[in-house]
């Protein structure tokens, strides 16, 4: 997870604008064998409720996982 780029690189951005602290923060590891044989679309839903659940966001309904 990476936070605090979006000050140095704005969104839709390609120039880098000044010094700022980012933070990368390595999570869990997800082993390959616990999604062996899972739907893509599904994994893609369990990883990003690991990631918002790390970043301290509530869960969203998997319909607007989906249009996200």
Known sequence: MIEGTARALPKRGFVLRGR????VRVLQEIPPESFAGTDPVDLASQV???IAAALGEPERPAAQQATA
């Not at 700022?20 to 933070?23: A, F, V, W």
């Open 20 to 23: 700022h602290p980012i933070r």
């Open 48 to 50: 990003r409720s690991q």
